[in-house]
């Protein structure tokens, strides 16, 4: 499920690091708000990733269209490859959409027609029965993205990975700016020496609250794991941050939040955006 309103017993059926506006100019704040829908899809018994996939590439074209059109800032299938939930199966990939306000705005009847012809509530009909059938989405979340910074030119593609923590703060109301700030700061200087491709930080707006475990998420995006297991190039020559100060911001870290769950995702299909 995507982007289009299906039947939502579980779920409100719209189409979420995500990921900030992706144009060609540096390394920059968030220049707006913008929103994140994710879906979480659950593999019906029996199928994989490999079933979901005619479904979720038409998916990927109504949204390519709403892309090019201007109204979402992105669409993204992620599969997950590792997690800390205890639940391992609780669900199998996310499709994440990106919009620049909360409400969710697709594609043009005129685009929808271009795709579908004269058929296109029969064939939205038996695209989301057959989404449903597949993988039924068993959650959904949306975030708004409040910080990043991304490579010139960044998007994502198959040999990315997308590494994700789910936080909360250990003292609830703590001022988290200033520690928010200097993790930015040391991921600029990342993607400044190639060890990182961008970085996000989200607050969770729907649904939230105290039972939901998490607040706040940190996306990085990498080309391979070491990336995140070297961050600062401490074997290097020239690392990024001497360790003691690496050390120390680790420290802060951890005293203001606590990781309640850590994921990471590899992108499998997603929209492109047109070029400037």
């Known amino acids: 499920m995507n982007l289009f309103i299906q039947p939502f017993s579980l779920t409100l059926t719209v189409c979420v690091a995500f990921l900030c506006s992706l144009n060609a100019s540096a390394q920059s704040k968030t220049s707006q708000k ?3 829908y994710l879906i ?86 038996d695209l989301q029965k057959r989404d449903r059938q597949t993988a039924p989405v068993v959650k959904m979340e949306i975030w ?46 990342r993607i400044k ?7 996000d930080f989200s607050s969770l707006v729907i649904p939230n609250g105290s039972e939901k475990g998490y607040e706040f998420s940190i996306a990085q995006y990498v080309t391979s794991l070491n990336a995140v297991a070297n961050p ?21 870290t951890a005293q203001m939040f606590d990781i309640t769950r850590q994921e990471v995702y590899r992108f499998m299909e997603y929209t492109t955006r047109p070029a400037n």
Do not use: C
């Not at 020496?193 to 970085?199: A, F, K």
């Open 232 to 252: 600062i190039l401490v074997d290097t020559p020239t690392p990024i941050m001497p360790a003691q100060a690496y050390k120390q911001l680790r420290s802060q």
């Open 40 to 125: 979480y899809h659950k593999l019906s018994p029996g199928l994989t990733i490999q079933d979901a996939l005619p479904v979720e590439r038409e998916w990927k074209r109504i949204n390519q269209a709403a892309v090019d059109e201007g109204k979402l800032e992105g669409w993204y299938m992620t599969v997950k490859q590792f997690t800390s939930n205890p639940n391992q199966t609780e669900y199998d990939y996310v499709t994440r959409i990106v919009s620049p306000e909360m409400a969710i705005r697709g594609a043009s009847p005129e685009a929808m027609a271009r795709i579908y012809g004269d058929s296109v509530q029969a064939k939205m009909a």
């Open 34 to 36: 913008k929103y994140m």
């Open 144 to 189: 708004e993205i409040t910080d990043g910074t991304f490579a010139p030119k960044f998007a994502p593609d198959g040999s990315q990975f997308m590494v994700i923590e789910r936080i909360r703060r250990r003292n609830p109301g703590a001022d988290y700016d200033n520690v928010v700030g200097q993790l930015k700061k040391l991921s600029e200087e």
């Open 193 to 199: 020496r190639g060890n990182l491709l961008g970085w």
